[in-house]
């Protein structure tokens, strides 16, 4: 076998040199052994039951031989009693090892998985963003999970593999010892039979590979579509049938292949029946025919077709594991990949904290700033589609020479065109990317000097789409601090101007939100996301306000929550509102990964410029209520007619 596995939902042509396919490196195999080095204990004791194992194995047919020969033939009962009892003895000793080898290479191969999955989850979730943004979810919890619990059955069923051949070595050279003759005759006919088995196996290997490849094809497809916003996207947009055919083809696939492993299965098990009635025969015929000729006794001959018997599970156990280690290298080396990866932003060395409750400045000098190539964050393994990379991906230049400085305490709003770079502005403040060139300071630190959890405490965000888990709507909450009591979380509910809802739900907080859970409006969530930010109380807010799918009472409340949740902090924030605009301290007009204009509403009206044209785009449409400043005040008690379409001048 090729010591490849490949990746799901990925058409491969015959010579294309494939990324998906994972290669092992070199010292792989040194890197595996090294996950034994705290297990050794147990490994020792694991060759010792399998040593003593084995050695039952060969006892069980010299106890025969001796009830045959010198109990039956000799007629003294006393003997075939003795060696029957001393037979079922080692039977059940025999079993009892069995269980305990099994617990053995259980807690081995358990306790290796466990280190290794606790090591790639640890490594995984300190990758940046763009290694998220640029990894298919599907495979990547896959790569976590799926794989790692094959990589244990690999791993066990190879140790297990590794007891064979102990076994293979003793019954050997117990069938030297009482035949030499059948013992050669036996070890020439094994490869008449080994060969077809080990194509078998192979066979049955590369089904079920493929089983998994396409298992994993339809199940990341089913969790892209079946996921709300995928079903939302395929009821809206879908093509119906289209998509029942493409499901209805790959469990087609899946029912292929499955039919065919069954068959190949059942393969290997009338092969391994039929050998072992062959061998049986062979035995028989030719020991037979030694026993007539006087070459040794009817009890040598029971004991020599008992062990043949015996020694085929383990010979053919043994056939597979060249593969079965190779299988378990491959699975190793697929998790070795992702822990490979270095995070891009890491935590400095002596990284200091910024000084609590008190909001910092935040300053951008010459910032440059372009997102990361796939080479540069992700594994073309775990990415769905390849065209980026085998194109030659460039990442253009996305902020170009930023500079600004935005005062402790005060509001700066960021407008600009759709794609202008804003949100890439506020990504940077939170440290989700790190520049290119240039320095983005809080508090007068370069953020690469803070540590990461004073930057975790110092800055929060609100973005347009808040996300909840699938939890109680406390438990969302919780998340941003966990020490909160009951009192406080009402009250940053209150101050989010959410606590009315949340009172006339049955079950209150209690209430299970996210995913599958009560469904929010985009207001009420943003409004839980302010909450939260309440609860968490940064000193820095990133707020991206939102602007779609709000109805006018909830935007209302949005804003109020919104007064409360920037009052004496340093703020930045995506705006779509003329309330916010116009109460900021600062708006920049960010155009072309630049800042085109800064000032004030009046002073930036006065200019003529961009924010002007953007302004009065926006007052293009009549409906638009929002814009007036005259409404402005009133919007925040009052519900108001919403524009219809939204500006594209204020952000996207
Ligand atoms: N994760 C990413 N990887 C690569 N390019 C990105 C990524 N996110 C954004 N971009 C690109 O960076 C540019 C700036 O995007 P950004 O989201 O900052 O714009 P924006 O001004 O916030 O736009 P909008 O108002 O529409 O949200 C765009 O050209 C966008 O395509």
Same mark, same amino acid.
């Given at each position: 076998?090729?010591?490849?596995?490949?990746?799901?939902?990925?058409?491969?042509?015959?010579?294309?040199?494939?990324?998906?396919?994972?290669?092992?490196?070199?010292?792989?195999?040194?890197?595996?052994?090294?996950?034994?080095?705290?297990?050794?204990?147990?490994?020792?004791?694991?060759?010792?039951?399998?040593?003593?194992?084995?050695?039952?194995?060969?006892?069980?047919?010299?106890?025969?031989?001796?009830?045959?020969?010198?109990?039956?033939?000799?007629?003294?009962?006393?003997?075939?009693?003795?060696?029957?009892?001393?037979?079922?003895?080692?039977?059940?000793?025999?079993?009892?090892?069995?269980?305990?080898?099994?617990?053995?290479?259980?807690?081995?191969?358990?306790?290796?998985?466990?280190?290794?999955?606790?090591?790639?989850?640890?490594?995984?979730?300190?990758?940046?963003?763009?290694?998220?943004?640029?990894?298919?979810?599907?495979?990547?919890?896959?790569?976590?999970?799926?794989?790692?619990?094959?990589?244990?059955?690999?791993?066990?069923?190879?140790?297990?593999?590794?007891?064979?051949?102990?076994?293979?070595?003793? @019954? =050997? #050279?117990?069938? %030297?010892? +009482?035949?030499? *003759? &059948? !013992?050669?005759?036996? $070890? /020439?006919?094994?490869?008449?039979?080994?060969?077809?088995?080990?194509?078998?196996?192979?066979?049955?290997?590369?089904?079920?590979?493929?089983?998994?490849?396409?298992?994993?094809?339809?199940?990341?497809?089913?969790?892209?579509?079946?996921?709300?916003?995928?079903?939302?996207?395929?009821?809206?947009?879908?093509?119906?049938?289209?998509?029942?055919?493409?499901?209805?083809?790959?469990?087609?696939?899946?029912?292929?292949?499955?039919?065919?492993?069954?068959?190949?299965?059942?393969?290997?098990?009338?092969?391994?029946?039929?050998?072992?009635?062959?061998?049986?025969?062979?035995?028989?015929?030719?020991?037979?025919?030694? @026993? =007539? #000729?006087?070459? %040794?006794? +009817?009890?040598? *001959? &029971? !004991?020599?077709?008992? $062990? /043949?018997?015996?020694?085929?599970?383990?010979?053919?156990?043994?056939?597979?594991?060249?593969?079965?280690?190779?299988?378990?290298?491959?699975?190793?080396?697929?998790?070795?990949?992702?822990?490979?990866?270095?995070?891009?932003?890491?935590?400095?060395?002596?990284?200091?904290?910024?000084?609590?409750?008190?909001?910092?400045?935040?300053?951008?000098?010459?910032?440059?700033?372009?997102?990361?190539?796939?080479?540069?964050?992700?594994?073309?393994?775990?990415?769905?589609?390849?065209?980026?990379?085998?194109?030659?991906?460039?990442?253009?230049?996305?902020?170009?020479?930023?500079?600004?400085?935005?005062?402790?305490?005060?509001?700066? #709003?960021?407008?600009?065109?759709?794609?202008?770079?804003?949100?890439?502005?506020?990504? /940077?403040?939170?440290?989700?990317?790190?520049?290119?060139?240039?320095?983005?300071?809080?508090?007068?630190?370069?953020?690469?000097?803070?540590?990461?959890?004073?930057?975790?405490?110092?800055?929060?965000?609100?973005?347009?789409?808040?996300?909840?888990?699938?939890?109680?709507?406390?438990?969302?909450?919780?998340?941003?601090?966990?020490?909160?009591?009951?009192?406080?979380?009402?009250?940053?509910?209150?101050?989010?101007?959410?606590?009315?809802?949340?009172?006339?739900?049955?079950?209150?907080?209690?209430?299970?939100?996210?995913?599958?859970?009560?469904?929010?409006?985009?207001?009420?969530?943003?409004?839980?996301?302010?909450?939260?930010?309440?609860?968490?109380?940064?000193?820095?807010?990133?707020?991206?306000?939102?602007?779609?799918?709000?109805?006018?009472?909830?935007?209302?409340?949005?804003?109020?929550?919104?007064?409360?949740?920037?009052?004496?902090?340093?703020?930045?924030?995506?705006?779509?509102?003329?309330?916010?605009?116009?109460?900021?301290?600062?708006?920049?007009?960010?155009?072309?990964?630049?800042?085109?204009?800064?000032?004030?509403?009046?002073?930036?009206?006065?200019?003529?410029?961009?924010?002007?044209?953007?302004?009065?785009?926006?007052?293009?449409?009549?409906?638009?209520?929002?814009?007036?400043?005259?409404?402005?005040?009133?919007?925040?008690?009052?519900?108001?007619?919403?524009?219809?379409?939204?500006?594209?001048?204020?952000?996207?």
């Amino acid at each position: 076998m090729d010591v490849v596995l490949r990746f799901e939902g990925v058409d491969k042509s015959e010579h294309d040199p494939d990324p998906w396919v994972t290669k092992v490196r070199k010292g792989t195999v040194r890197r595996v052994l090294a996950y034994f080095r705290p297990h050794v204990g147990k490994v020792a004791l694991f060759v010792l039951v399998a040593v003593l194992e084995a050695l039952i194995v060969v006892a069980t047919p010299l106890l025969l031989k001796e009830l045959i020969d010198n109990g039956i033939v000799k007629n003294d009962l006393g003997v075939v009693i003795w060696m029957a009892v001393l037979t079922a003895g080692l039977a059940f000793l025999g079993a009892a090892l069995a269980l305990l080898s099994g617990y053995i290479s259980g807690k081995i191969g358990e306790g290796i998985t466990y280190d290794l999955r606790v090591q790639a989850l640890d490594h995984v979730r300190r990758l940046p963003i763009a290694f998220f943004t640029r990894t298919q979810t599907g495979v990547l919890v896959g790569r976590l999970h799926t794989e790692l619990i094959m990589a244990q059955q690999h791993f066990t069923g190879l140790l297990m593999a590794a007891t064979s051949l102990v076994m293979v070595v003793v @019954v =050997l #050279a117990e069938l %030297f010892y +009482l035949s030499w *003759l &059948v !013992a050669a005759i036996s $070890l /020439l006919i094994i490869p008449i039979f080994l060969v077809p088995w080990i194509r078998v196996g192979r066979a049955i290997q590369r089904r079920s590979i493929r089983q998994m490849d396409e298992n994993a094809g339809l199940g990341g497809l089913l969790q892209e579509r079946f996921n709300v916003q995928g079903a939302m996207l395929s009821k809206l947009f879908g093509r119906p049938d289209e998509e029942m055919a493409e499901y209805t083809e790959r469990a087609g696939k899946i029912r292929e292949v499955g039919v065919s492993l069954a068959v190949w299965g059942r393969m290997a098990f009338v092969m391994m029946a039929l050998m072992a009635s062959l061998a049986t025969a062979l035995v028989y015929g030719i020991g037979g025919g030694l @026993v =007539l #000729a006087g070459a %040794f006794q +009817l009890g040598t *001959l &029971v !004991a020599i077709a008992t $062990l /043949l018997g015996r020694m085929f599970g383990p010979i053919t156990q043994l056939s597979g594991m060249q593969e079965l280690a190779q299988t378990v290298v491959v699975s190793f080396s697929r998790v070795f990949e992702l822990l490979d990866l270095k995070p891009l932003i890491q935590e400095r060395p002596g990284a200091v904290a910024l000084e609590k409750d008190v909001a910092p400045d935040i300053e951008f000098e010459n910032v440059k700033f372009r997102y990361p190539t796939a080479d540069e964050v992700s594994l073309a393994s775990l990415e769905h589609l390849r065209t980026e990379r085998e194109r030659g991906e460039v990442s253009p230049d996305v902020l170009r020479d930023v500079s600004f400085h935005v005062g402790a305490g005060t509001l700066t #709003a960021l407008v600009g065109p759709s794609g202008a770079g804003k949100s890439t502005i506020t990504h /940077l403040v939170s440290r989700l990317y790190d520049p290119n060139a240039g320095t983005v300071r809080v508090g007068g630190h370069d953020l690469r000097d803070l540590s990461f959890a004073s930057l975790r405490e110092t800055v929060g965000v609100v973005s347009q789409d808040a996300y909840l888990f699938h939890n109680t709507i406390r438990e969302n909450l919780l998340y941003a601090r966990p020490t909160a009591t009951e009192e406080e979380l009402i009250e940053a509910c209150k101050g989010a101007q959410i606590w009315d809802l949340i009172e006339s739900l049955p079950l209150g907080l209690d209430t299970v939100s996210g995913d599958r859970g009560y469904r929010m409006s985009g207001g009420e969530k943003q409004r839980l996301a302010i909450a939260r930010l309440l609860l968490k109380a940064p000193t820095i807010v990133v707020l991206d306000e939102a602007t779609a799918h709000l109805d006018s009472e909830s935007e209302a409340a949005v804003q109020r929550a919104l007064k409360t949740a920037l009052r004496n902090r340093t703020s930045l924030v995506i705006a779509h509102r003329l309330s916010t605009i116009r109460e900021a301290d600062q708006i920049l007009v960010i155009d072309g990964g630049g800042v085109r204009e800064r000032g004030t509403h009046d002073e930036l009206l006065a200019q003529g410029g961009l924010y002007a044209e953007l302004y009065y785009t926006q007052f293009a449409d009549p409906a638009n209520d929002a814009a007036k400043p005259e409404v402005e005040e009133a919007e925040l008690d009052e519900p108001e007619p919403q524009p219809a379409i939204q500006p594209i001048g204020f952000g996207g």
